[in-house]
């Protein structure tokens, strides 16, 4: 099975900007592993942001945004809020089977 | 309004089996649906997923062992776990579609 990874841990600024990556072991993501991006808080419920590496939800802020950067599938937040601490999982597909990243613990300070 | 309530957790021993229920409300789990997991502390394991068309595939550390199914008329997504390991204790998820929905999750410990 692939292995998914992530940055363990980032640090933004109120107001900054940040991109967090998702690489995988296979070599280049494409938009052929459909990346999802899901947002966890304490207690919350999970949230996903990013579907098929570009697409948002009706309740994705427009803050957020996903690409294909450097052969990675990324989330860049622009303008990052307090709220926006959080672990955040990448997801990728490899012919059907999903496998997550490890998550980015991301600290807005 | 959309509604997943998952049931059928519990304590089972090694080598035991359960089956877990999703029960969906707001739309029909005939559409794309799907399993994931989280252990105490750890990060989100993707389980099994679920086409509208039928087709089913797993994660390579449940496939032989969980089967992913269905019952339209029930409006309810099942995952049947058997050959349980310890490894298999988690909070497990059923979601919709792109993940744009999740249960509430429900508590599966392996332990003897």
């Known amino acids: 099975q692939a292995v998914v990874t992530q940055e363990p841990s980032l640090i933004v600024s109120p107001g900054g900007t940040v991109t967090l990556t998702c690489g995988s072991s296979?070599?280049?993501?494409?938009?052929?592993?459909?990346p999802y991006w899901i947002q966890q808080k304490p207690g919350q419920a999970h949230r996903t942001l990013i579907y098929?590496?570009?697409s948002k939800h009706s309740w994705t802020p427009a803050r957020f945004s996903g690409s294909l950067i450097g052969g990675k599938a990324a989330l860049t937040l622009s303008g990052a809020q307090p709220e926006d601490e959080a672990e955040y999982f990448c997801l990728l597909y490899y012919s059907g089977v999903g496998v997550f990243g490890g998550g980015t613990k991301l600290t807005v300070l | 309004e959309v509604q997943l309530v998952e049931s059928g957790g519990g304590l089972v021993q090694p080598g035991g089996s359960l089956r877990l229920s999703c029960a969906a409300s707001?739309?029909?789990?005939?559409?794309?649906m799907k399993w994931a997991r989280q252990a105490p502390g750890k990060g989100l394991d993707w389980v099994s997923i679920i086409f509208d068309d039928g087709r089913t595939f797993y994660a390579d550390s449940v496939r032989g062992r969980f089967t992913i199914s269905r019952d339209n008329s029930r409006n309810t997504l099942y995952l049947q776990m058997t050959s349980l390991r310890s490894e298999d204790t988690a909070v497990y998820y059923c979601a919709r579609g792109h993940f744009a929905d999740w249960g509430q999750g429900i508590q599966v410990t392996v332990s003897s």
């Open positions: 098929d590496t570009t």
């Open positions: 296979t070599g280049a993501v494409t938009n052929g592993h459909y």
């Open positions: 707001g739309f029909s789990v005939s559409t794309l």
